[in-house]
């Protein structure tokens, strides 16, 4: 069955990075894209961006471009997201989730248990 | 990214008819998909390309768009569907996205 399991949680001091994965399994890796959302305390969904799973390309969220880096080890089946320069208000959970790009992003049906990130 | 509005929350008496409305500039050029966000959960995806049904999801939710609005509804609420429901819809461009602000769905 199509899983994706990711990191465990991470505390994090302000200023610090955090790298997430999210190693897939189930389906081919290549076919498909890793998006990443997240969702702070008390907060809505928040889009991020995605990689795509084939080429590594990727398409960042205007909010996060200049901190966040999201690559993809296809060997692997595994996606990563790097947040950097971290503040308080990213103080949320981290989830990831099987996306696909044709005419446009699409996909959403296999999402991570999530990766709560605590900066303090 | 494109703003999209829905409604901060809507009550409903069990077996009742529940309707989630989502707002964008993008519709009906992109499609709208619908997760369903409980506490301590992974968001679930109940409605995908506007109106279509995973498997596994009941019947008794669906989505329809009418011009710049998108509904979700879910007929003969039952307790368990209480929870925050997201519309995500991508951008003009097809490659960037953005959520709903979330509806929350309280059973009475």
């Known amino acids: 069955q199509i899983q994706l399991v990711q990191s465990g949680a991470e505390v994090k001091k302000p200023g610090a990075s955090v790298k997430v994965s999210c190693k897939t399994s189930?389906?081919?890796?290549?076919?498909?894209?890793v998006v990443w959302v997240r969702q702070a305390p008390g907060q809505g969904l928040e889009w991020m961006g995605w990689?795509?799973?084939?080429?590594?390309?990727?398409k960042y969220a205007q909010k996060f471009r200049d901190r966040v880096t999201m690559t993809r080890d296809a060997s692997t089946g595994t996606a990563f997201m790097e947040l950097r320069g971290l503040r308080s208000d990213d103080t949320a959970v981290y989830f990831c989730?099987?996306?696909?790009?044709?005419?446009?992003?699409?996909?959403?049906?296999?999402w991570g248990q999530g990766t709560p990130v605590s900066v303090s | 990214s494109s703003d999209l509005t829905q409604p901060p929350s809507v009550s409903v008496s069990p077996g009742q008819t529940a309707r989630i409305t989502c707002s964008g500039d993008?519709?009906?050029?992109?499609?709208v998909y619908w997760l369903q966000k409980k506490p301590g959960q992974a968001p679930l995806l109940v409605i995908f390309?506007?109106?279509e049904r995973p498997s596994g999801i009941p019947e008794r939710f669906s989505g329809s768009t009418s011009g710049t609005t998108v509904t979700l509804t879910i007929s003969g609420v039952q307790p368990e569907d209480e929870a925050d429901y997201f519309c995500?819809?991508?951008?003009?461009?097809?490659?960037?996205?953005?959520f709903g602000g979330g509806t929350k769905l309280t059973v009475l």
């Open positions: 989730a099987r996306c696909k790009v044709l005419i446009a992003i699409e996909g959403f049906d296999h």
């Open positions: 189930g389906y081919t890796f290549s076919h498909y894209g």
């Open positions: 990689v795509n799973g084939y080429s590594g390309n990727t």
């Open positions: 993008a519709f009906p050029d992109q499609y």
């Open positions: 390309k506007d109106n």
């Open positions: 995500l819809s991508p951008d003009s461009s097809g490659e960037d996205a953005s």
